[in-house]
């Protein structure tokens, strides 16, 4: 089991660019999360997909923000266009349902630096 | 408003002894929690999950305790080692349907030998 896989580790910026984020979830696994990390805000949902289906994206910030899930073993977080605002750890996680008690699987995430 | 807090000071604490973490919530009425250990540079690692009618889980080391009353889960590590080292986070269904988990701000523990 490979785990949860995000690419790059780590992505510095300027602002104004637009920056794609990857995301491969375990084999098996139907259900994935974006979630952002800051020292303040601490760990946020993003958005959260379901048979690759967009469910909840409420917790994305703004238009800059979108996410796909063209199939189960992908999904990109772009933003277009970056602010240094934006600088945190992304987090991709999975599930193997989307059952209350399913625990997620997290991936080692993606450093975002906007400068 | 909701809100879920965990102590964002450090537990600094003396190898052999028991940590003890606490999880707090607010406007929330949660199925279960979820307890998750978080090092630097990695993803969380899920340790733990306990239900709503649960008052007390445990595995190896760890064990948690859920009260729905007082709105509160403790997390445990007994026999702490500095291996156990780490943030743990708290997280809680927001009662709704899929497995959308809110997270606590979470509690860095330092276990010194």
């Known amino acids: 089991d490979a785990g949860v896989i995000q690419s790059p580790r780590h992505e510095v910026t300027e602002m104004g660019q637009e920056v794609t984020l990857r995301c491969k979830p375990i084999?098996?696994?139907?259900?994935l999360f974006w979630y952002r990390q800051t020292m303040m805000r601490g760990l946020e949902l993003l958005i959260y997909?379901?048979?690759?289906?967009?469910?909840?994206d409420s917790g994305m910030p703004e238009d800059r923000f979108s996410a796909k899930m063209p199939n189960a073993s992908f999904s990109t977080l772009k933003i277009q266009p970056s602010e240094p605002r934006d600088s945190a750890v992304y987090f991709c996680a999975s599930t193997l349902d989307s059952s209350y008690n399913s625990p997620l699987h997290f991936g080692n995430g993606t450093r975002l630096t906007v400068t | 408003s909701q809100k879920i807090e965990q102590n964002s000071e450090a537990l600094n604490i003396q190898e052999g002894k028991t940590a003890t973490l606490t999880c707090n919530y607010t406007n929330y009425s949660p199925a279960y929690l979820q307890w998750y250990r978080q090092d630097p540079g990695r993803g969380p690692v899920f340790l733990l999950l306990?239900?709503?009618?649960?008052k007390e889980k445990r595995k190896e080391r760890l064990k948690v305790t859920f009260d729905t009353t007082l709105k509160q889960s403790l997390f445990h590590i007994t026999a702490s080692q500095p291996a156990d080292s780490a943030t743990y986070l708290c997280a809680l269904d927001r009662g709704a349907a899929g497995n959308k988990l809110t997270f606590g701000g979470g509690t860095r523990v330092l276990v010194k030998p």
């Open positions: 084999s098996g696994h139907n259900s």
């Open positions: 997909f379901n048979n690759n289906v967009p469910i909840d």
């Open positions: 306990i239900r709503e009618n649960e």
